[in-house]
């Protein structure tokens, strides 16, 4: 029998940015919510945040102060992770290192019921090998939000490999009452965001290192011809080149080193050296008072060079992933313009563009470079075949 979506106790742990917005979304749905973070001061200033937060809100009018004094009173403060035992879900959202993960789910199991959910908010990392600290691995899942909780509507759920389907059934109806679009990802690296995505930082580096284009020009190219909201180099500061690399290299360690996503050393320097986007008032552009954006070469030809490479790489990966199953064809779309804000889904925008078109642009790009980066997915290469254009 599933549970109710109503009344859950939900437990947060990590009072960053992401936990603080899953808490501060589980609160305003009606849910008692407990946020814990071993560092104290995080957890104070999350609790500041919050309130910044709801009463911007309140000045907008998109909620009542009422609303807003509920909410806040939903979240209690934890001091201990013993707080937890009357929790039904604890979502983890704590920083990206798989022991620390798997040492706070195998504390949790001496504290917890055995019918507490237990969920992890990785972006990148095994949902099963966390799991596999647990004696229960039957109840561990991944749900994978996105920065900002509280407004970007997509939810990757993960199952591990030992993921009982109730487990999934019983989170995926709790997240959906939220007023989220939930879909299915198989455990791999990178789920289908983080996977997907990456040709749309990692060949814009590229052309970039080739010297074919600075980063204004390949964002106004993306933006212009591809109708993106933001250029790869204004989103990856946006997200933070700290965050960005680390997923980056985590995909590609986690696929044995696969080409196709390794990361590049520009971004590399850039993490090195602090300089991790509009957060530290420098990425690749600078976000420092008083500095003039570059402006971009305003070039159709160049434009559309650099638009169809990467709109071909990225198309590739979404073939590849409907390929290996790791995810049915709905969700990839879906994931694409609900987690990413992509104009449209890469199936349909390789039909529009024309599947033959994308597989030459990747076979010459292979040609050229000889590099199993540029290799043309199998499914897409069937599918080339078998269509008449």
């Not at 907008?60 to 929790?87: M, Q, R, V, Y």
Request: aromatic residues 10%; charged residues 25%; contains cysteine.
């Amino acid at each position: 029998m599933e549970k109710s979506t109503k009344n859950w106790c939900i437990g947060v742990i990590g009072a960053g940015t992401m936990g603080s917005g899953i808490a501060q979304l589980a609160a305003s749905f009606g849910h008692k919510v407990i946020l814990f973070d071993a560092n104290s001061t995080i957890l104070s200033l999350a609790i500041e945040k919050l309130e910044k937060s709801l009463d911007a809100l309140v000045q907008k009018g998109k909620i009542t102060a009422d609303s807003a004094k509920t909410t806040l009173s939903n979240i209690h403060n934890a001091i201990s992770l013993n707080e937890f035992s009357k929790c039904d879900l604890i979502i983890e959202a704590v920083i990206e290192e798989l022991e620390i993960k798997k040492e706070i789910f195998k504390n949790l199991e001496d504290i917890i019921s055995p019918a507490c959910i237990l969920a992890t908010n990785t972006s990148s990392l095994s949902v099963t090998s966390i799991a596999a600290s647990c004696k229960q691995v039957e109840r561990v899942v991944g749900i994978h939000f996105f920065n900002p909780a509280t407004i970007m509507p997509l939810v990757e759920m993960v199952p591990g490999i030992a993921t009982a389907k109730s487990i999934v059934n019983e989170s995926r109806i709790l997240i959906d009452s939220w007023n989220k679009t939930t879909v299915i990802a198989k455990d791999t690296p990178g789920f289908i965001v983080n996977r997907v995505a990456r040709p749309f930082y990692g060949e814009a580096i590229r052309i970039y290192e080739e010297g074919i284009a600075d980063f204004a020009t390949i964002d106004w190219a993306m933006k212009e011809i591809g109708g993106f909201k933001m250029g790869p180099f204004e989103l990856m500061d946006f997200i933070g080149n700290d965050i960005n690399f680390k997923v980056t290299e985590t995909v590609w360690t986690q696929l044995f080193y696969d080409d196709r996503y390794k990361p590049s050393l520009t971004q590399k320097r850039l993490y090195e050296a602090g300089f991790w986007g509009r957060k530290k008032g420098r990425g690749y552009y600078s976000y420092v008072e008083g500095d003039i954006m570059p402006e971009p070469k305003k070039d159709k030809a160049l434009g559309e060079k650099i638009f169809f490479r990467i709109i071909a790489m990225l198309i590739n990966e979404a073939y590849d992933a409907w390929y290996l199953r790791i995810a049915s064809q709905e969700d990839l779309e879906l994931a694409m313009m609900k987690g990413v804000n992509y104009p449209k889904g890469l199936i349909k925008w390789s039909e529009e563009l024309g599947l033959q078109k994308t597989l030459n642009i990747l076979m010459e790009l292979h040609s050229t470079y000889l590099e199993n980066r540029y290799r043309p997915s199998m499914l897409l290469r069937n599918s080339a075949k078998n269509t008449k254009e």
